[in-house]
């Protein structure tokens, strides 16, 4: 199994692989998440990056810019994605970090914000018509933690209730249906 750096990094390079291919015309295009349309959901994964970024480093977080990407989003994106990997390459494995949640080792913080970039990696995908690619072990991972946090996911408000989960679903089934995505074919 991979680190958590690792899948974190992984989960990174989908997305900048997804914004890199978003066409001008697609940048108005409706998202998976109601609220948002592309360029705003990149404008959300850019400030969610900022915001791992600051607790990487021990800063405070700036208020939230959530779904603000700029006249150029490709570019909001990749300062964004540039600035948590500095963050990241500078801080030990056995760091124990600041955040919202309370202290956490680097790892724990890293498989808790992962589900952010994986799953609207996934949204944006679906929206500009790619074929989300998620990868499995992250899923595994992520999967585990939505599990164990149950109703309170949707409770945040950030997330749809859960639909049907059933025990032929795949885990990628099963993680996008428990946080309120229809799946669709790989």
Partial sequence: MSTARDRYLRALDRVDDVVARVR??????ATPCPDWDVRELVG????????????LRG???????????????????????????????AVADDAV???PLGELPLPALLDTAV?????HGWD????????????PETVEVTLT????????????G???????????????????ALTGRRPVAP
């Fill in 59 to 89: 800063t405070p977080a700036r208020p939230g810019t959530a779904g603000r990407a700029g006249p150029d989003p490709t570019a909001a994106w990749r300062r964004a994605r540039q600035e948590v990997v500095a963050a990241l390459a």
């Fill in 115 to 119: 589900v952010e970039p994986l799953l």
């Fill in 24 to 29: 001008p015309a697609q940048w108005g295009l």
């Fill in 145 to 156: 933690g939505v599990r164990a946090l149950g109703d309170r996911l949707a409770g945040t």
């Fill in 158 to 176: 950030t997330y749809a209730a859960a639909l049907p989960v059933s025990d032929g679903m795949t885990a990628r089934e099963q993680l996008l």
């Fill in 97 to 99: 970090l600041r955040t």
């Fill in 44 to 55: 959300h994964l850019a400030d969610g990056q900022a915001q791992v970024a600051a607790m």
């Fill in 124 to 135: 944006l995908a679906t929206a500009v018509g790619s074929t989300p690619d998620l990868d």
